[in-house]
């Protein structure tokens, strides 16, 4: 009923800059907080930045300064925005989206959604 897909990944060279977007589908009534999650090779899925649907964000302390992640609520899509990109943050890159959707015509049900991810690889 609800989808959230992922796009935008790849490989890129150290120092390069890539856009991630994620677009939220289904019977959504309203998205509030939305965010980006990553997990590198053998390590714990971690946060790397969130934005409430105002606009407010959140940003990973390794992440500050080189990410930037927006949104545009009529199209229920986020985007990172990812420049001065380390080997380090290569990894499986995740949308996350804390939602309510109609489950039936009557009935809305709250969700907090993930994509399917897409992989980041920062590599010479």
């Known amino acids: 009923q609800v989808q959230l897909v992922e796009s935008g990944g790849g490989l890129v060279q150290p120092g390069g800059s890539l856009r991630l977007s994620c677009a939220a589908s289904?019977?959504?009534?309203?998205?509030?907080?939305m965010g980006w999650y990553r997990q590198a090779p053998e390590k714990e899925r971690e946060l790397v930045a969130t934005?409430?649907?105002?606009?407010?964000?959140n940003y990973a302390d390794s992440v500050e300064g080189r990410f930037t992640i927006s949104r545009d609520n009529a199209k229920n899509t986020v985007y990172l925005q990812i420049d001065s990109l380390k080997p380090e943050d290569t990894a499986v890159y995740f949308c996350?989206?804390?939602?309510?959707?109609?489950?039936?015509?009557?009935?809305?049900?709250?969700?907090?959604?993930w994509g399917q991810g897409t992989l980041v690889t920062v590599s010479s």
């Open positions: 996350n989206a804390d939602l309510q959707y109609w489950s039936n015509a009557f009935i809305r049900k709250t969700l907090n959604a």
């Open positions: 289904g019977r959504i009534y309203r998205i509030n907080d």
């Open positions: 934005i409430t649907s105002g606009g407010s964000t």
